[in-house]
């Protein structure tokens, strides 16, 4: 991992009641964190385009590799990942469907996978059908409202493994790219709470679980 990218991703000072809300969210409290909501905001007419663009592009979740060894890692990645994730993805196929999808859609936005994945635990608890209070829908708790911005209309299709998965990493990528390379302020800005420490904090501690060893 880059500096730059350890430093994009290291936590704000960790709140009392951020701590309680990662654990909740991690699985060490009986409750996953409650959920919330991005804002609706204006997108100009280049960066609503290009959005669009992202989202229509409807290649199938399989990667291409140059060479042997970084098939090998890959592959060593979903083992590791696979065992686990069967805790929360008993059935075996649809763990490794998931977890393929969620290695392609984070990688084609320039997101790492472990943090997408600790987004998802908070965000969801790896429901596919959750929804928040807000409205929020599916393992990225993609809000309604981004089916007409950027997509055909049709909110029901959030709960779509890869579209859910896809939406939710474009969007993060959108906020990334807006919050300068800042992940603090754009998982806030992702959580609808902007500025918050409770919920990067949440994230960056379920991170931590989905990482390999040797990238702690």
Request: glycine letters at 8%; proline letters at 4%; a positive charge.
């Amino acid at each position: 991992m880059t500096k730059q990218l350890k430093k994009a991703l290291r936590p704000a000072a960790v709140s009392r009641r951020g701590l309680l809300l990662a654990a909740g969210a991690c699985g060490l409290l009986p409750r996953y964190a409650e959920a919330g909501a991005q804002i609706e905001e204006p997108l100009i007419d280049s960066v609503r385009s290009a959005l669009s663009a992202s989202i229509a592009n409807s290649a199938p979740p399989k990667p291409n590799f140059a060479d042997v060894e970084q098939r090998l890692v890959y592959l060593r990645w979903l083992g590791v990942m696979s065992e686990k994730l069967k805790r929360r993805k008993s059935e075996t196929q649809t763990r490794i469907e998931f977890l393929e999808t969620v290695w392609y859609e984070s990688r084609r936005a320039g997101l790492e996978p472990s943090l997408v994945l600790g987004l998802i635990q908070v965000e969801s608890g790896f429901r596919k059908y959750a929804i928040s209070s807000a409205g929020a829908r599916g393992y990225m708790q993609v809000m309604p409202f981004w089916a007409n911005l950027i997509g055909d209309g049709q909110a029901s299709r959030l709960f779509h493994m890869q579209t859910n998965l896809r939406f939710g990493c474009v969007i993060l990528r959108h906020y990334l790219d807006r919050e300068k390379g800042n992940m603090f302020l754009t998982l806030g800005r992702y959580n609808g709470s902007r500025g918050r420490a409770e919920y990067p904090d949440a994230v960056f501690a379920c991170r931590k679980q989905w990482l390999q060893e040797g990238e702690r």
